[in-house]
């Protein structure tokens, strides 16, 4: 559970729409559910080049379908271009605990989520669309709103004119305290349909008393217009970004086709309504 650092009715991530543990009514219904979602189990294998280092390089393309091209200075770009740990990386808790695979995810994304329990789901997605704005040096647009007043707290007025990375680090952390899955899901606009889809679109659901968020970290489309994605996670408690399996098509896994009614990820449930886009 995240830590609340002033004296404000706030309430974090875990405690009000958290991103992790639902409570035992909500775990009940989602056992259920993903229980339905288990048809057919796959590790992925099948799309997998072992030697590939990045997202791109790592997961393969099903037969017809083909990557969008970005350039270097693209969101898009730097998403498929992310770090990947060696194949057979587990994925690490903020403690240095192991999540153990349990086929939910095939990959681990190669960066370092510090030693607090902070970095979790809404926070990995808002730290990835930060990260790109800070490796552009667009400092001026990397802005996230608390949910304590729906007010944007900037990095330009944290920084103070230090923009080293010790700084930002600091900057992301107090952002991950105070924002989260609710304060995230009403900040981001609405993907009209799933058609529309976009690299760094996110799938989030506030919950009432819990919540969760996925980002699109790479997108295909072939011939006919078909689009899928890869979709990626962190979770409660605080853990490293994570490529998600697909548990409902061994044919397609880790690739999703998102053009669905529901749509069922290893450890949540979203719906076409959920997907968001950045301004």
């Known amino acids: 559970m995240k830590s609340i650092y002033v004296l404000l009715p706030l309430f974090s991530c875990q405690v009000f729409t958290?991103?992790?543990q639902p409570n035992p009514v909500a775990s009940k219904t989602q056992s259920t559910e993903l229980a339905a979602a288990q048809p057919v189990r796959t590790d992925g294998s099948q799309f997998i080049?072992?030697?590939?280092?990045?997202?791109?390089?790592?997961?393969?393309?099903?037969?017809?379908?083909k990557r969008l091209s970005y350039e270097a200075g693209e969101f898009g770009y730097f998403l498929e271009n992310l770090p990947l740990y060696p194949i057979d990386q587990e994925v690490h808790y903020y403690n240095g605990k192991i999540k153990p695979r349990n086929n939910i995810y095939n990959s681990v994304v190669k960066l370092d989520i510090g030693k607090r329990d902070l970095h979790q789901c809404a926070d990995a997605v808002m730290r990835l669309r930060a990260d790109y704005l800070y490796q552009q040096?667009?400092?001026?647009?990397?802005?996230?709103?608390?949910?304590?007043?729906?007010?944007?707290?900037?990095?330009?007025?944290?920084?103070?004119?230090?923009?080293?990375?010790?700084?930002?680090?600091?900057?992301?952390?107090?952002i991950f305290a105070y924002a989260n899955t609710a304060s995230l899901h009403d900040e981001l606009p609405n993907v009209k349909t799933t058609q529309e889809v976009k690299i760094g679109d996110t799938f989030i659901q506030k919950g009432s008393s819990i919540g969760h968020a996925i980002i699109v970290v790479d997108l295909a489309k072939?011939?006919?217009?078909?689009?899928?994605?890869l979709l990626a996670q962190s979770y409660m408690p605080a853990q490293e970004i994570q490529i998600l399996n697909n548990w409902n098509n061994s044919k397609l896994s880790p690739w999703y086709d998102i053009d669905q009614d529901i749509i069922k990820t290893p450890e949540w449930t979203f719906y076409p309504k959920n997907l968001k886009t950045w301004k």
């Open 222 to 229: 072939n011939s006919a217009g078909k689009t899928i994605v």
């Open 49 to 65: 080049d072992p030697d590939g280092t990045t997202v791109k390089s790592r997961i393969l393309l099903p037969q017809g379908f």
């Open 137 to 174: 040096k667009r400092y001026k647009d990397i802005k996230f709103n608390f949910l304590s007043d729906g007010k944007p707290r900037t990095y330009t007025n944290y920084a103070k004119g230090d923009y080293s990375y010790p700084t930002y680090w600091k900057y992301l952390e107090y």
């Open 18 to 20: 958290g991103c992790g």
